[in-house]
């Protein structure tokens, strides 16, 4: 299984960004797909969930509004669009799967991880 995170980079506050998380051996639309986010010296947060049945989805208040999930099923692929970009935005964001999503928000529930994207939001 992998999960593949690509699309950071440096961005002016008030920019876009998209992100996307390839995935490998799982077929992501049987699991529940999220995006989290550390900065630095922080816990890794969670920031936005796309569900496998219905394709809902959920958000942190700090990002509603402002970044959307998406996921494009024959290409085992899932997005993270991010307008509006603020300087706290800027972290390391990860993709993850996670088989039964009993708990979207916590970083224990999940089974696989990609590696992060860094994404720097200058001021």
């Known amino acids: 299984v992998q999960l593949q995170a690509y699309g950071g980079g440096l961005v002016q506050a008030g920019g876009s960004l998209r992100l996307s998380c390839a995935a490998s051996?799982?077929?992501?639309?049987?699991?529940?797909m999220s995006w989290f986010r550390q900065h630095p010296g922080k816990e890794r947060e969670f920031v936005a969930v796309i569900r496998w049945r219905g394709g809902s989805t959920g958000y942190a208040d700090s990002v509603k509004g402002r970044f959307t999930i998406s996921r494009d099923n024959a290409k085992n692929t899932v997005y993270l669009q991010m307008n509006s970009l603020k300087p706290e935005d800027t972290a390391v964001y990860y993709c993850?799967?996670?088989?039964?999503?009993?708990?979207?928000?916590?970083?224990?529930?999940?089974?696989?991880w990609g590696h992060g994207t860094l994404v720097t939001v200058s001021s």
């Open positions: 993850a799967a996670d088989r039964f999503g009993l708990s979207v928000v916590e970083v224990t529930s999940y089974d696989y």
């Open positions: 051996g799982v077929t992501i639309s049987r699991y529940v």
